[in-house]
């Protein structure tokens, strides 16, 4: 069994940043792929970020790149999320989730392990 509890959520205004954790417990932590997703009111959950094991592939949703960057920090059982230069758009539940592949998924179905999400509010 796998736990992930996310933190660091809140109101920023546009142009803020936040800071967002995602702590892990139960199996093993540093051989898993793990993602970040969002899910806005009336919206599909989108993908954000992805990081593999190791910490040498990410990937980015275009509509992130160049503002939010993905990390992990194995010996913590930590993935973080840093989000700069927000916008009212970024508006959502973040949900950090865990692949249980090698491989950085982008789709919500390759991930089998969720946590229940944080909110992000960004005010204009």
């Known amino acids: 069994q796998v736990q992930l509890v996310e933190s660091g959520g809140g109101l920023v205004q546009a142009g803020g940043s936040l800071r967002l954790s995602c702590a892990a417990s139960g199996r093993t932590f540093s051989s898993n792929t793990m993602g970040w997703f969002r899910q806005a009111p009336g919206k599909e959950r989108e993908f954000v970020a992805g990081i593999s094991w190791s910490g040498s592939t990410k990937y980015y949703a275009d509509s992130v790149k160049g503002r939010f960057t993905i990390s992990r920090d194995n010996a913590k059982n930590t993935v973080y999320l840093q989000m700069n230069s927000l916008t009212p758009e970024d508006t959502a539940v973040y949900h950090c989730?865990?692949?249980?592949?090698?491989?950085?998924?982008?789709?919500?179905?390759?991930?089998?392990?969720w946590g229940q999400g944080t909110q992000v509010t960004v005010s204009s």
């Open positions: 989730a865990r692949e249980d592949t090698m491989v950085v998924h982008t789709t919500p179905g390759a991930y089998d392990y």
